[in-house]
């Protein structure tokens, strides 16, 4: 696999009482992100997923529909601050993995794909990291609305 793209995003980038969220909040928003993604992303029209164990690790096995197209991946959670997504390649797009890395008062994105040779820097990929940059930013902002629901109903 080589890196496409890595970023972070600071809570308090989204929201000034967002850095306050704790890990464990993070974490439990990360993993239903990943039981329910067609309610974070809408292009995303539904989900189908299973859980399962594979080689002794408890993974989401999950289909995602985009209109006629379906993408299948796969999610675990290596430890409590990291949430790791494998994406099957096919004819129209490689094999890759999205990592989310949760840190100190932010959040760290690591996109990478399997691929031969080094990646073309071109408008392309450019517009390819604007996008993962755009949807994370959304689902982190997506995690503080909800974090402001859950407090209004204690």
């Known amino acids: 696999m080589r890196k496409v793209h890595e970023f972070t995003i600071a809570l308090a980038d989204i929201d000034s009482a967002a850095e306050k969220l704790s890990e464990a909040f993070l974490f439990r928003s990360l993993e239903h992100f990943a039981h329910h993604p067609h309610e ?17 690790r408890h993974v989401l096995f999950r289909e995602l529909h985009f209109g006629k197209t379906k993408v299948n991946d796969r999610v675990y959670f290596p430890d409590h601050l990291t ?3 494998e994406v099957d390649g096919c004819d129209d797009y490689p094999a890759s993995r999205m990592t989310i890395f949760i840190e100190s008062a932010c959040v760290r994105f690591l996109y990478e794909q399997d691929c031969d040779s080094e990646l073309d820097e071109d408008i392309y990929l450019g517009l390819r990291r604007k ?6 930013r959304e689902l982190l902002e997506r995690i503080v609305e909800n974090s402001k629901k859950s407090e209004s109903l204690d």
């Open 40 to 56: 974070y992303f809408d292009p995303m029209e539904s989900s189908i997923v299973r859980d399962d164990y594979h080689e002794g």
């Open 131 to 136: 996008a993962y940059e755009q949807k994370d």
């Open 83 to 85: 949430m790791v997504t």
